[in-house]
């Protein structure tokens, strides 16, 4: 398997194990919903990106063009090394019975 700094994996019924690929800087997802593909409309996207600076390698999430989540690594010769510092930057309350 590659090493990529984004790592994308995919479960749906009709696979018999995950499905994943990987990127390095930026990774983009369109979920369509409808009736085929066809007849489909874009309900949402999102983006995982990838940000190297001197001192730190950052992760940031968006759902819709919002970012939703972050997390920073410390940059070691280019490589995001420890544990990161998440921050999410904005919290849904989800009911029981939203998954169902």
């Known amino acids: 398997m590659r090493s990529y700094p984004i790592w994308n994996r995919v479960q749906a019924c009709i696979y018999q194990s995950d499905k994943s690929w990987g990127a390095k800087d930026d990774s983009n997802v369109e979920i369509l919903i409808g009736t085929s593909a066809q007849n ?5 996207t999102t983006r995982t990106l990838r940000v190297v600076t001197e001192k730190e390698t950052i992760f940031k999430f968006y759902v819709d063009g ?35």
């Not at 489909?40 to 949402?44: E, I, K, L, Q, R």
């Not at 972050?70 to 904005?90: C, H, I, L, S, Y």
């Open 40 to 44: 489909s409309h874009t309900f949402v």
């Open 66 to 100: 919002v970012k939703i989540k972050e997390a920073r690594f410390q940059n070691v010769k280019g490589r995001a090394t420890g544990d990161p510092v998440m921050e999410t930057f904005n919290s849904v309350d989800f009911n029981a019975g939203d998954f169902a």
